[in-house]
């Protein structure tokens, strides 16, 4: 928009500076042109005097005058009676001579259409004086010709247009400067806004934009602030909620759990234990559902702005948490690919990753046969780091993986226990939000890879 305005104000100013100079320029190149012509004319009737009167004290002046020229006057005589110029036969005269000879008429020729050329031939008659001395009312009896080089108008021409030229320049240049300052403060309103969008888009609940510029912007800061204002409102009222909802929903489900533990303790029946072992497990699996909804309306509310993380960290932490779990099973855990560099920082919010990579080894270790081997991988790729988890499990079929990301759509583990069918869509939902994505392909050699892309941080040195 910067641009825009700053393009807008020097066509404005060069459009005024076209309307008001080129017009002076012209009107200057016309004066001159006149001015330079009446003066060669003036010049050439007082010598065109001179040869009429044709006494000696009349050709030493006309002499005199002609030698001022460098050798551009010429004098011709008709007749011969003439003694300050040469008589001009009938064959040597052009079209100029003819008629200021015959004719008595005096003649201009600039030798270009275009301004002028080389140079100005005007070409005037002589008449002989009448007996009471007038001049310019006998007979022609010669012509005068003054062939004048126009190099010193032509300069002149340059300094004209020249100066102007250079005038226009420095005053776009000045405009362009002005037309920069102008539009920053013009836009600076909205460049503004545009940060507390930034900011908001990023998580930051409490960005708010300074009420300045034109009241246009001032209105529309006030509404973005008062809807930043009810949404921070709204979203602390969800964050309540959340909390609420977690401790009023995991404290009867505990309880049941705990209750149901006893039962099987002091049961003997062995219809009874397996009936209350069945309920157990799924007071179990709504746990893992009431968490895993939990965790979505969370990632869901964006509660937190992405920052830089330190990515080798979060997954060394991570696998020391779920590698006890594998041994139980002999899965193993290990890292590959450039995991070694330890610099690699990514931009997402906290505890996003930690959440991720649970869900994402804990799906694998579901389906990982016992033997089995998840590997971790995490790699820079310019902008993005991307961090894959491959297992050994037996893959999805392209629909199941058009599926996966749905809420509560279920696989079947090698383990026998089937998830709260949220563990992906948390994953996606999470990646998502701190400007990452996630896919799901085929592993080599068999298997699932789950690829998430995160954005790389500027900061990092990888």
């Known amino acids: 928009m910067n641009r825009q305005l700053i393009r807008s104000y020097i066509l404005l100013v060069a459009v005024a500076i076209a309307l008001f100079t080129v017009p002076v320029a012209f009107t200057l190149t016309d004066q001159l042109r006149g001015d330079t012509e009446a003066s060669v004319l003036r010049e050439a009737q007082t010598m065109a005097q001179l040869l009429g009167s044709g006494n000696a004290a009349s050709c030493n002046a006309l002499n005199q005058m002609a030698e001022a020229y460098h050798d551009d006057v010429e004098l011709y005589t008709k007749g011969g009676d003439r003694t300050c110029a040469p008589d001009l036969p009938d064959a040597a005269r052009d079209k100029a001579l003819t008629t200021a000879l015959e004719d008595g008429e005096a003649t201009t020729d600039w ?42 108008m032509t300069t002149r021409l340059w300094n004209i247009w020249g100066f102007r ?78 909390a609420d909802a977690s401790h009023q929903l995991r404290t009867p489900l505990t309880a049941l759990r705990l209750s149901l533990d006893n039962i099987a303790d002091g049961v003997d029946d062995e219809f009874v234990r397996e009936d209350v072992e069945q309920a157990t497990a799924e007071v179990v699996r709504m746990s893992r559902l009431v968490n895993g909804l939990l965790v979505l309306a969370r990632a869901e509310a964006k ?11 979060i997954i060394e932490e991570r696998l020391d948490v779920w590698r006890p779990a594998a041994d139980e099973r002999g899965v193993t855990i290990a890292l590959g690919g450039s995991n070694a560099d330890g610099r690699l920082l990514v931009m997402a919010s906290p505890g996003h990753l930690d959440q991720v990579l649970d869900n994402v080894l804990s799906n694998a270790l579901e389906v990982s046969p016992d033997g089995g081997t998840i590997t971790v991988r995490a790699e820079s790729r310019g902008e993005e780091v991307l961090l894959s988890v491959l297992d050994q499990g037996p893959g999805m079929s392209d629909a199941e993986k058009s599926r996966a990301f749905d809420r509560f759509w279920r696989g079947q583990g090698l383990t026998g226990r089937t998830g709260s069918g949220l563990g992906l869509a948390v994953v996606k939902q999470l990646v998502t939000d701190d400007g990452g994505t996630v896919t799901l392909g085929d592993a080599p050699g068999g298997g699932l890879v789950v690829r998430i892309s995160l954005r790389a941080s500027p900061k990092s040195g990888g």
């Open 111 to 152: 030798g270009s259409r275009f301004i002028w050329g080389r140079h100005l031939v005007i070409t005037v008659p002589a008449y002989q004086p009448t007996a009471d001395g007038e001049s310019g009312k006998g007979p022609v009896v010669g012509a005068v010709r003054i062939v004048y080089a126009t190099s010193g």
């Open 165 to 242: 030229a250079a005038l226009a320049v420095l005053v776009l240049a000045a405009a362009a400067a002005i037309g920069a300052f102008a539009a920053r403060r013009i836009t600076a309103p909205l460049r503004e806004l545009n940060a507390m969008a930034s900011k908001f888009s990023d998580g930051d609940l409490t960005a708010r934009s300074p009420v300045t510029g034109p009241p246009e912007t001032q209105t529309l800061a006030r509404t973005l602030n008062q809807g930043a204002e009810r949404l921070d409102t709204l979203v602390a009222s969800q964050r309540i909620f959340v």
């Open 303 to 313: 509660v937190t702005a992405a920052e830089p993380l330190l990515l080798a960290d």
